[in-house]
């Protein structure tokens, strides 16, 4: 059977929540009024985000997008896209962030990446004003719809939050860390603990090795 894998990017992707970070730092007093409503579940990510977002003037986000460039990665995720590649794996990075702080930390591997799902920012106007294509429910990126186009194959599934969830209940397999395991673990449902993408690609690679190459 196809394989794909479906991987998170902030906190999953990358060492730190980036994302979270270049809201504080460039949305200071939106992000706290509004990021306590959405821990609280008082918002939603699909309202609250743009609400945060859509604070910022177009004209910083040049810096939002250099500030990503040296954003660092999870140990193993070079090697990790080599691993896949071998393998046929396609990689679609499904993200709640913008796309184009995404590609600012992921451009170096563009061609390694089947697909890129997440939101993205319209500068035409005074402030960031955010789009979206596969908003969903209560997410601004649904990213559990976007899985279930991919029809019958088997879905791994890589993250790190609740945010995560939605994903990991789509997936066949699920690697998970931080609040994702731990939310995982609290009811009852199968996994595999990660912290850097080695332990990942070392796993994948006793199932696939086994199974005849191709599909
Ligand atoms: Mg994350």
Redesign the pocket.
């Known amino acids: 059977m196809k394989t794909v894998l479906f991987s998170?990017?902030?906190?999953?992707i990358t060492e730190q929540?980036t994302f979270s970070l270049l809201m504080k730092e460039f949305a200071p007093e939106a992000s706290r009024r509004i990021v306590p409503l959405l821990l609280s579940g008082e918002m939603t990510l699909r309202t609250g985000v743009p609400a945060i977002l859509e604070t910022i003037p177009s004209g910083r986000f040049p810096e939002m997008v250099e500030r990503m460039r040296t954003m660092a990665l999870r140990r193993g995720f070079p090697e990790f896209l080599e691993f896949l590649q071998q393998f046929s794996v396609p990689l679609v990075v499904l993200?709640?962030s913008l796309e184009e702080l995404v590609m600012a930390r992921l451009s170096p591997y563009r061609t390694k990446i089947s697909r890129m799902v997440a939101a993205r920012a319209d500068l035409s106007g005074p402030f960031l004003r955010i789009v979206s294509d596969s908003a969903g429910g209560d997410e601004l990126v649904y990213k559990a719809g976007v899985m279930k186009g991919y029809g019958k194959v088997r879905k791994i599934a890589v993250?790190?939050?609740v945010?995560?969830l939605t994903m990991a209940r789509e997936a066949d397999l699920v690697f998970a860390r931080s609040l994702l395991a731990k939310r995982m673990a609290e009811e009852g449902r199968p996994f595999l603990p990660f912290e850097s993408f080695f332990e990942i690609s070392n796993y994948l690679e006793s199932i696939l090795t086994k199974e005849p190459s191709g599909e």
């Open positions: 998170d990017f902030d906190g999953t929540e993200s709640g993250g790190d939050s945010t995560d």
